[in-house]
């Protein structure tokens, strides 16, 4: 595939582009792609969420999503609809965005992904580019192009490069993973810091290059397995420095060392960088712990020795008994004690509440008795579902009222609003002034200096009388 080969075959701009699955990727994607120009017909089989989106409501939290959808439906350049089928007609250019869950072994359940195949399969009516952008193990694009060819009734023929022939129905099949962060996704569609592209011919390299043009940044061109294992190698490396921080932050507690410090004195280390070194109650959310396991299951069965990540998942799965500990430790017994959650989503700028840490630790407080009250600036609704109003637990409508006749706040979700609260004000309405910090987002000195107790995460030993929470002198 050389560089500047002609492709064999062209798709016209105005040609609508099928985003399958109106989820957490599937939307930011389909409004990216609106937004660079492309007429985008967005398709999921549930007419609830279709019909919810045709009026104006994402279903899900995400920053600027909802005025980027209002400005493309507005502007017509994004149809949602729930006939699949229709929209596999439709479009030339195929993104897959269904959801890929973990079964209880860790595997990726693949079951969405092979009835989106099935669909194209039996609506070839011309070439298609079929693109995963679903985390997927490797060599899942071949066992798409064999479903393809089998459910197609003779319809279907590889494409050029897979294949001595090809006919009117070609098709290609195409890994393109997405990096979107959730809190952050359309900031990383509109300037990601690389486009990875796994093909197996010409012609998908080319119109994917064509397509991605605009972003103007480095794209990684290469086969469909390299492509899929890359999106599962990112994730557990991330991972990896998450728990790697976590464990480093233990010892630094144990010695009276500054983890902050200690994340900030290896960060400027180039070939380390400071992202994703954030000591605290270990990662959560969709992505991370079902890629991670789906990373190791895939090493599983191959024979591989992944024993690295494995203990990578132990390290952030002992992150809530660790937190859980620093609150006994803070306040004695839990039993009948009034606690103030701040923070309930996986992470700041969504509400997301699969996998988050803090529902485990809700858990573990609440069947030891505590009274919680719980405060999330988007994610109330969500836990409401799964963990409803009750006795023991109330939900609140801010943080100072969170904070009322608490004797303790427990900082879970790193959101901005909570760095800006008032910690005289706090103070103020709490049976006991204990704050325990488990994404060390507060300032030390200042909360000491409201009158708090203060237990952060590996900062030293909370018997320091407030020296372990220095945050060391900033280098420049």
Not at 19 to 48: K, N
Not at 80 to 104: E, N
Not at 381 to 394: F, K
């Amino acid at each position: 595939m050389g560089e500047n080969s002609t492709s064999q075959a062209t798709i016209q701009d105005n040609t609508p582009i099928t985003v399958l699955g109106l989820g957490h990727i599937g939307l930011p994607t389909a409004l990216g792609l609106a937004e660079l120009g492309r007429q985008v017909i967005g398709a999921d089989d549930d007419s609830r969420k279709v019909g919810l989106i045709r009026g104006g409501d994402p279903t899900f939290y995400e920053p600027g999503l909802t005025e980027l959808l209002a400005q493309h439906l507005k502007s017509g350049r994004f149809q949602p609809v729930d006939d699949v089928a229709a929209a596999v007609r439709a479009g030339s250019i195929i993104f897959i965005c269904v959801g890929t869950p973990q079964k209880a072994n860790g595997q990726a359940d693949l079951g969405q992904v092979e009835a989106v195949a099935q669909v194209v399969a039996r609506n070839l009516n011309g070439y298609k580019l079929l693109v995963e952008k679903s985390t997927v193990p490797a060599i899942t694009a071949q066992w798409l192009k064999r479903t393809i060819v089998r459910y197609s009734s003779g319809k279907a023929y590889p494409a050029p490069g897979s294949a001595p022939a090809a006919g009117p129905m070609a098709f290609d099949v195409a890994s393109n993973p997405e990096f979107l962060r959730e809190g952050k996704a359309l900031e990383d569609f509109f300037h990601p810091n690389r486009i990875v592209c796994g093909v197996e011919s010409e012609r998908a390299r080319d119109l994917l290059v064509n397509l991605y043009g605009p972003l103007k940044c480095p794209m990684v061109v290469t086969n469909t397995s390299t492509a899929e294992l890359i999106k599962h190698a990112a994730n557990a490396f991330l991972s990896m420095k998450i728990s790697f921080i976590n464990m480093v932050s233990d010892l630094c507690e144990k010695v009276g060392a500054d983890v902050g410090a200690v994340a900030r004195g290896i960060g400027l280390d180039n070939r380390i960088g400071p992202q994703f070194l954030d000591a605290g109650i270990g990662y959560g959310g969709y992505c991370f712990p079902k890629d991670l396991r789906a990373f190791i299951h895939l090493a599983e069965e191959h024979g591989v020795d992944f024993s690295l990540l494995q203990e990578v998942e132990h390290l952030n799965q002992s992150r809530v008994e660790m937190f859980v500990g620093k609150v006994r430790q803070a306040i004695w017994n839990l039993q009948g004690k009034t606690l103030g959650v701040l923070g309930l989503a996986f992470k700041a700028g969504t509400d997301d509440i699969r996998e988050a840490v803090s529902l485990k630790i809700i858990e573990i407080l609440r069947e030891e008795g505590s009274i919680l009250r719980l405060y999330d600036p988007q994610a109330i609704p969500n836990t409401q579902r799964v963990l409803p109003a009750s006795e023991q637990i109330a939900y609140c409508t801010s943080a100072y009222d969170v904070a009322q006749g608490a004797h303790a706040l427990l900082l879970l979700t790193e959101w901005e609003e909570f760095r800006e609260l008032d910690l005289a004000r706090l103070r103020g309405v709490m049976e006991v002034p204990v704050l325990v910090d488990g994404r060390n987002l507060f300032d030390p000195e200042a909360v000491h200096k409201a009158g708090f107790e203060y237990f952060s995460v590996g900062r030293g030993d909370p018997k320091l009388a407030g020296t372990h929470t220095s945050p060391g002198i900033a280098l420049k």
